[in-house]
């Protein structure tokens, strides 16, 4: 029963690691799109951020470096995979996203945790069980502009405004709640619901129906300078967005079960029941919009940057330095929602970052990559 309930909620979402371009290591400005030449880009992007567990054991027993927050609980992951050309402040190209999140109540992540080690609580206990996971993915082309405000009171603004349609999602909802307990003599009792529905689900007798989808987003980004040393960057990616699926295989179970109890005359009745019902649904969504914003102080060679990210209900906050030298950039960087530090480098046409909030790769909770080259020709 246990394995019916988080299964479904919490564990495939492994295979689905994610990206985000953090502002405390953003490399780029809108600037670069201003070029009068042709401009070949490509980027990568990847990140995972856990609160309770490291990214590597997500898949495995949960029995290292298991420490959850009191409260909520996130698990996010992005990535992102791009390439295309610009000139004059238009760019158009192809890209790959996909984006997952998690977000469970305590008791969810400890009795998960306790059933991935094959342990019992020391105690009777209930527990309260609340989680949200989503996931979706897709490609598609993006089409972009920049332009800047010349004759009016904020004079040197510029404004980037994309767009962007997509095929082919892939998507993965569910909705976990209810509660268990633990009776002791190692008897659980549960009442629990969930909602769960999957593009690449095939339940049995359900009929063979064409799946369709498609999508598209609008994403805005602002940089206005403030003088010769201050610029402030404000950008929200998926400021409208809408995701469609039709034929979307999707499962409703209930479990209502004293594993053990007793009848009147005190002989042992066990009472499992598992109900559901299997169903193609029309489903309608959004990506849910992506905010940061940030501050630029520039002197000589340095520059100094505070941010802050608000992704998936988190907020993000973040503080940068960057050092402009006849070798290279060098950029250092800490955000404080999962403690990552993370460092830079970035010469001519090319940069890469890297960001962790643990030396050794296996307990960090938080890894990050970006990398990234654009060539005039």
Request: aromatic share 12%; hydrophobic share 35%; proline share 3%.
């Amino acid at each position: 029963m246990q394995r019916f309930i988080f299964m479904t909620a919490l564990a495939s979402s492994i295979a689905c690691p994610d990206v985000m371009a953090q502002q405390f290591l953003s490399p780029t400005t809108l600037r670069q799109a201003q070029s009068t030449a042709w401009q070949a880009y490509a980027d990568i992007s990847a990140w995972a951020a856990y609160d309770a567990i490291p990214v590597e054991e997500f898949g495995g027993k949960w029995g290292e470096g298991y420490a959850p927050r009191s409260g909520r609980n996130v698990f996010l992951q992005r990535n992102r995979v791009s390439l295309g050309v610009e000139k004059e402040g238009w760019r158009i190209g192809v890209e790959y996203r996909q984006e997952g999140s998690l977000d469970a109540s305590r008791d969810t992540v400890d009795f998960y945790h306790l059933y991935q080690q094959r342990q019992l609580p020391d105690t009777a206990r209930s527990f309260d069980l609340d989680a949200r996971f989503h996931l979706w993915s897709a490609s598609g082309l993006r089409v972009s502009r920049t332009f800047t405000l010349d004759q009016t009171a904020l004079a040197g603004l510029q404004v980037r405004v994309s767009g962007a349609l997509y095929g082919s999602l892939r998507n993965r909802d569910t909705k976990l709640g209810g509660s268990t307990s633990y009776q002791g003599s190692g008897a659980y009792g549960f009442d629990a619901q969930s909602l769960d529905s999957d593009t690449r689900y095939r339940y049995p007798f359900m009929p063979e129906a064409a799946q369709a989808s498609s999508g598209g987003s609008v994403s805005v980004a602002l940089q206005l300078p403030l003088d010769a040393r201050w610029t402030a960057n404000v950008a929200i990616d998926d400021l409208w967005s809408r995701l469609r699926w039709s034929n979307l295989p999707t499962v409703q179970k209930n479990i209502n079960s004293e594993v053990a109890t007793t009848d009147q005359n005190g002989y042992v009745n066990y009472q499992p029941l598992l109900t559901g019902q299997n169903s193609l649904i029309s489903k309608t969504g959004t990506i849910g919009a992506t905010r940061s914003a940030s501050l630029t102080y520039r002197q000589d060679q340095w520059s100094a940057k505070l941010g802050v990210d608000r992704i998936a209900a988190t907020t993000i906050p973040s503080v940068a330095l960057t050092y402009q030298s006849a070798l290279g950039a060098f950029m250092a960087g800490y955000e404080s929602r999962f403690n990552t530090v993370g460092l830079g480098y970035g010469i001519g046409p090319f940069h890469v970052q890297l960001r962790t909030n643990k030396w050794s790769v296996s307990q960090a909770s938080s890894l990050g990559l970006n990398a990234g080259v654009q060539y005039a020709f």
